[in-house]
């Protein structure tokens, strides 16, 4: 009697005890880990405030990134003065800067929403733009707004050939691995044979193909353009790695009691995939993705490089990089054209690679409140 006692009264302290103490989700104690670990928290903020300023490129000081300035080729940074008056030189007046044709000679054919924040830019700063701090190109283009501008595109191919591969990678993997058998054997065939192929001769083929006038000309009369083509072309052939993670993981997950439980009430295939098991997975395909945008964004920086990916008047940081090699001669390095593109590119790299290594560790559910 007195040991049941003891018992219930056991019992009784640990009830109360945990009354007053709160569950924590998954997802807030990721948080709460990603937070103290100050690298992958500063890889964070810094990727944020990145695509914040690149996404409010127009809004900024900055001069255009395709005005030619032939009196200040090759010129080295300077900060002295920090701003000039260079949006003045070709609109003398305030209605010539409001006009679309003025708009168009500045910033080239920009869509709606950039017309708007240049527009808001040149109310709120006037002719005023910050000085070429980072230097001039060969045409006395100013490399700080190129750069920044260039991060638009850098980022974007990024995250769209990256949205591009998830979409493939994890329905084609989460396929395979769930019905398993001959399907998923076939299906995984298909991957190593896609695999065994050089991904740059792919991309090089279909950009060339594509690019011919003909087929060039059909594709932008439906409002498709060459960097469109180039965001979903190099997406489309980075979620082969992406199948088989996803894979992997369904195939642990597929005969766990919450499947079997969806079977019992009925739930067909196609909501069992993408309802049940894709969500479970998705912790690890996160992950997977901050360590695909980088490998994305080298890729299309090595293409550009090459004269293959992005082509001018559109800029990106590989073009940039490209630029600034072709300039390089035993006369003369003009060192702030290869260094500072580079440099941007490189930090962002890094930031990506910080940022996924800790998201590895922040949502690992074996490290939960720990």
């Not at 990145?50 to 030619?68: D, H, I, K």
């Not at 395979?176 to 001959?182: I, K, N, P, Q």
């Amino acid at each position: 009697m007195d040991t049941t006692q003891n018992n219930l009264d056991r019992y009784a302290a640990i009830l109360a005890e945990a009354e007053h103490i709160r569950g924590i989700s998954l997802a807030k104690d990721a948080w709460r880990r990603l937070r103290r670990n100050p690298v992958a928290f500063a890889s964070l903020v810094f990727l944020a405030v990145l695509s914040l300023l690149a996404f409010l490129t127009p809004l900024l000081p900055l001069q255009s990134p395709y005005a030619v300035d032939t009196n200040a080729i090759f010129s080295g940074p300077s900060i002295s003065p920090l701003f000039i008056k260079s949006l003045a030189i070709d609109a003398p007046t305030a209605g010539e800067v409001d006009s679309a044709d003025w708009i168009n000679k500045q910033f080239g054919d920009i869509n709606g929403f950039n017309r708007a924040l240049v527009k808001l830019r040149v109310a709120v700063f006037g002719p005023w733009s910050l000085n070429s701090i980072l230097g001039r190109d060969e045409l006395g283009r100013d490399l700080l707004a190129r750069i920044f501008w260039g991060a638009r595109i850098s980022l974007l191919v990024g995250l769209v050939a990256t949205l591009v591969s998830l979409v493939i990678g994890v329905s084609y993997g989460a396929i395979a691995g769930y019905l398993g058998g001959r399907v998923d054997n076939i299906m995984m065939r298909i991957v190593d044979v896609l695999y065994s192929i050089p991904f740059i001769f792919v991309v090089i083929f279909l950009v060339t193909i594509l690019s011919e006038e003909h087929t060039k000309a059909r594709l932008e009369s439906m409002g498709i353009d060459r960097i469109t083509i180039f965001f979903f072309v190099v997406g489309a052939i980075y979620w082969l790695t992406m199948a088989r993670v996803v894979r992997g993981q369904v195939i642990s997950l597929k005969h766990e009691q919450f499947i079997e439980a969806a079977r019992t009430i009925g739930a067909g295939r196609r909501r069992i995939i993408f309802r049940h098991l894709v969500p479970n997975v998705f912790s690890v395909v996160i992950v997977y993705l901050t360590l695909t945008i980088p490998q994305v964004m080298l890729f299309e920086a090595f293409l550009s490089f090459l004269g293959l990916g992005v082509q001018a008047p559109a800029v990106s940081w590989g073009l940039l990089a490209n630029q600034g090699f072709r300039v390089i001669s035993p006369i003369k390095i003009y060192w702030w054209l290869f260094v500072f593109p580079s440099l941007a590119l490189g930090l962002t790299l890094f930031a990506l690679n910080f940022l996924g290594d800790g998201l590895r560790d922040a949502l690992d559910p074996r490290l939960k409140n720990k």
